[in-house]
């Protein structure tokens, strides 16, 4: 076999090749709002056109940009175009972008200190940063008893958070010996679906989850938190865990976390604060109120992904202890025995996470950090309140329409009054029109719509663009 | 508020900062095999370098860049150097790098198809590529009832494949009311830790976990197998889940999967087959009997991360019926809800995973198929084959060492005949040198190293250098 013979990239095409994807990103990211925001492909419009199998021979850069442009962009929502205003935004920038291209350039795992120093570091850094930044607890630093971690999702930290909350409760005798159906957990009936989900995952089983009735504001009710807990106390069952949102996923709500962590202190379960949108947010003084109450908490998360100028994906998750997180999670073979783990002086961020592999994400969440400073996030987080106030000031301006929850920061929920059936009519026309994209949901019965300012580059006129469409084809359905 | 100021990087910056990381990638996999390849760098050693605060303002991105030169660098341990034999790999590529970097620029959230019906059909079409690429059975691709799906970690995927056993086992029962504390699994105590993990996080319990004895090969055995099942079921335990591993981490021992899959199909168990590291060798026809009996498994998974360029995380994760995932993993609330979910058309691949969102990967698989076509993926494959080959005839005719188990594939695991304190001394020397970065296990109670060639960038002579140096240190031990 001879030697000489490669198929790898050569150093210069790399070069050749690199430019032209960061050229590809720099054109696109220009003409990204002029393109029909939510995708118009049909099911299996794009396998249809792919090969049926993979190729046998290498193919030329170029036919695979090429394709890049003519059956993959298509096939996309445009989560970057300023005109996406669906879900929660997963906003990104030049600098996250970069910082993800200089993690997949270096390539190192990050699943032990040891394997690349640098990687665990970095985060435990970054992650320090953003204790005073966003106005969090001293304790959840890892110059303490706490710490924090980069994971994918705010799911895989509930996840996490759930595990902890089911070891501490049950002395690690689930670890050990399987749970026992007795343990409860406790979540608002506008909690994200992840908590129901990790709830199934853990064995703790769907039904043992509580979902606490809200008030008239979409926040949980404490005092029916604490009727269930005792209900479920008498019962002979262990609560073990509560999730509190800040910044539910239908409307932003706010749950009084001070009240439900004193609960939480007095009968002994773990505090998950979920501010997965809205903590970003507190990176103002002027909304560190949102994270009132949190110094209570065993554990919280928020995600830069979304509204942090960071891609997808990176969720900052923070606990108070870290041992007891470790303790739950860590298994350790042989092969991956070192003196630096054994030493006890440095962390293993494997141990705090599902999987064991794990990128270098800090990267770009430093990137991002240090390219906007504190100064350049909270200017461009107020703008998108702003903006999303002034959406919620039209909305009250017109009688047709009607504020379907409160809008303490970037989204608006708001409806026709006029039913169900022409707001799913206006939503439609609005998503088929490419001009924007909204997504709904239901509160107090009533199918709602949501229009979320997160997007990087979403400007006053975008947003006034967006509400003269919405006007506009409101005029235009039957009453 | 000024409509002017923006802190957002401009598209030119972009463009400028965008060739210049490319140029920082390029120039680093030219001389990263001149590098120390396991990090000299103290615990605490970069952080005491890195400001105790965020930055108020933003920074130019050249300083930025030079503090990845100054202070990241000598933190990070060579994952992608040409000498570092540890661990397993997790190789990467220049289609990779390119593939991550415009999975960035485009920045969608594949959770649902609806949110980007191309990030969900080019993951099942290039998945369904290499079904016949490895030989895997029919059943796996989308055209049956199976189907493939990205993964970050085979951890992930192992913990997907016994969750869905959990709850075929138990008809649903555990999501909805939690484990019961009957459930056992079944792996080999040479499997992977990340089963035991999992055992613990889906409420099984590490003592439900039986590791069954292996065989001299380091193979599971399955007559042991088939005892301890019936033990079990005997004590009125309910078995539902094996794991068998084509390519253990400590030796790449292949499990017996087809008499282990008759025994799993006779008492009704799962069988999930974790071929992490190896499946990528089924690429070539001649190491295809690795796949042997894999069409009585109920799941699958291999890591394009580990040994075919693509970089982290890329695990592929297969079931034999995608029902079975989906009811096990689906929750759908309001406001998730669309048209294309519900006409029953298309895969949404957040049922698939634990996470809800996730990243565009099947970009960078679709490029480094298409770069390298399935003759260039199979032309590096053999050559690390044989490259490791040669490596273990080197060692055989040493009388000073011997091997600690057979060696079917790239992963030579060996020994100094004079025992653990020399191996201990001559692993410690040897990373010490920089030259190369070695890991260890233990085969048979003995301290054994591991050699893996699996490194994009390997080449004959950095192997022969090895085993040079290798032998270098071994004469400077005293006996």
Known sequence: MSEE??????????????????????????????????????????????????????????????DVERLILPGITHWQSPNFFAYFPANSSGPAILGELLAAGLGVQ??????????????????DWLVPMLGLPERFSSAGAGGGVIQDSASSATLCALLAARERATRFASNRRGADGRLVAYCSTQTHSSVEKAAKIVGIGAENLRQIEVDERFAMRPDL????????????????????????????????????????????????????????????????????????????????????????????????????LIETLSVLPEYLRNKATESGAVIDYRDWQVPLGRRFRALKLWFVIRHYGVEGLQHHVREHVRLAQRFADWVRDDPRFELAAPAPLNLVCFRLRSGDAANQRLLDALNASGDLYLTHTKLDGKLSLRLCVGQTRTEERHVAAAWRRIQDVASTLRP
């Not at 013979?5 to 220009?30: C, M, N, P």
């Not at 640098?118 to 970054?126: F, G, I, R, S, Y």
């Open 225 to 324: 938190l604490a009727q269930r807990i005792a209900a479920d106390e008498a019962a002979g069952l262990v609560p073990c865990f509560v999730c509190a949102t800040v910044g539910t996923t239908s409307s932003t709500a706010v749950d009084p976390v001070r009240e439900i962590g004193r609960l939480c202190r007095e009968r002994g379960l773990w505090l998950h604060v979920d501010a997965a949108m809205c903590g970003t947010a507190a990176l103002c003084p002027e909304f560190r109120y949102l994270h009132d109450g949190v110094e209570l908490a065993d554990s919280y998360c928020f995600n830069p992904h979304k509204w942090m100028f960071t891609n997808f994906d990176c969720d900052c998750f923070y606990v108070a202890d870290r041992k007891h």
């Open 5 to 66: 013979k490669t198929f790898h990239l050569s150093s210069d095409d790399f070069r050749r090749q690199g430019y032209a994807v960061i050229d590809w990103i720099a054109d696109y990211l220009e003409r990204v709002e002029r393109l029909p925001v939510l995708s118009r492909a049909q099911p299996g419009e794009l396998r249809a056109l792919l090969p049926e199998h993979a190729p046998a021979r290498g193919e030329p850069f170029e036919a695979v940009l090429a």
């Open 110 to 127: 990050g699943m032990l200190w040891s394997t690349s120093p640098a990687c665990t570091e970095l985060e435990t850094q970054v992650l």
